[in-house]
């Protein structure tokens, strides 16, 4: 118990002070200072996960999986950290459709990732939804597994209807995948409960399970987006379409690095993918989805949201 206080007051006190420094001088490469129409965000994806697949998908080359540096180890430090004030104005051209909760929390509630964790000297620039050309979060209004987070067609649905009707300026698509729990092949089987290293990996790892299976539900979770991915691609004409992550994931780097932690610079998390392809419409998907404008429990259902996603204090 005491040992756990002090390693969680050691923590918060590093977040703090590395979120006062990246609040202002952000590291890395800020998305919107790169040329692209649609930016695909698979959560958690790493550059090797992602090219270790790539020959599976015509729309990716193994040769041409390159990668840049986040601005975040972490979904809300991305978020705070790539929607800054600098870029307002590439930001109101900007559609947004997010799985991920922390959109909720950063851009619509003002959370900052600093917040609630001990002494700060943070300025974040970062602005807020009414920014954004629209923001679309599928995870609110659509049916979800109780233990599980939102799939990856409700995204691809909304992103391919906001392009054909609302046709913003840009395109960002966050999936929740390949984020755990690892439930891909539990859809995939019908299983209605996943296996422990499925739900919980990164306590399985640290407890001594082998990580192939693990590493194998994660590239499966990955592989899952990407089917989707694919969907996406026939379905809207863009001549730059951009696939890469908010951040990476840590599987035991140094024996002690797991997830992925806020300030971690760690290559295994702020490293991340970019790969360029582009989309072309043939009309053979037509979604069906509508979003609703109900917000009465977002918060709520954001809170929900991430601690399915494993978001707790270490």
């Known amino acids: 118990m005491v040992y756990g206080k002090l390693v969680r007051t050691a923590y918060y006190a590093y977040v703090g002070a590395a979120m ?180 919980e990996p990164f306590r399985a790892l640290r407890e001594g399970h082998d990580r192939e299976p693990i590493w194998t539900a994660y590239l499966d979770q990955l592989r899952e987006v990407l089917d989707d991915v694919a969907l996406l691609l026939e379905n809207l004409d863009a001549e730059t379409v951009v696939i890469s992550a908010d951040h990476g994931e840590a599987f035991g780097e140094w024996g002690v690095l797991y997830k992925h932690p806020l300030g971690v610079l760690h290559p295994s998390i702020r490293r991340v993918p970019w790969v360029e392809t582009a989309g072309t419409d043939t009309g053979t998907y037509e979604p069906t989805l509508e979003p609703t404008t109900d917000r009465d429990e977002a918060e709520e259902k954001a809170i929900a949201q991430l601690e399915k996603l494993g978001y707790v204090d270490p």
Not at 94 to 118: C, H, K, M, W
Not at 139 to 162: G, N, S
Request: charged share 25%; with cysteine; hydrophobic share 35%.
């Open 20 to 199: 006062s420094v990246f609040s202002r001088r952000p590291f890395g490469t800020n998305v919107f200072d790169r040329e692209w129409d649609v930016l695909v965000i698979l959560d958690t994806c790493r550059v090797d996960a992602l090219a270790s697949v790539a020959s599976e998908y015509p729309f990716l080359d193994e040769s041409a999986v390159d990668s840049i540096w986040s601005v975040g180890s972490g979904s809300s430090e991305w978020i705070a950290s790539t929607f800054r004030e600098e870029y307002r104005e590439t930001i109101r051209d900007t559609a947004y459709i997010s799985a991920n909760g922390f959109a909720q929390r950063v851009l619509v509630d003002g959370e900052r990732p600093d917040d609630g964790r001990g002494w700060s000297w943070s300025n974040w620039q970062t602005v807020d939804a009414n920014t954004l050309h629209s923001l679309d979060q599928p995870w609110l209004y659509t049916p979800d597994h109780p233990e599980w987070h939102t799939e990856p067609r409700p995204v691809t649905e909304r992103a391919i209807d906001t392009w054909r009707t609302d046709t913003p300026d840009r395109m960002i698509l966050h999936y929740s995948q390949p984020h755990h729990p690892y439930a891909a092949n539990a859809r995939a089987e019908g299983r209605d409960e996943l296996y422990r290293f499925e739900a």
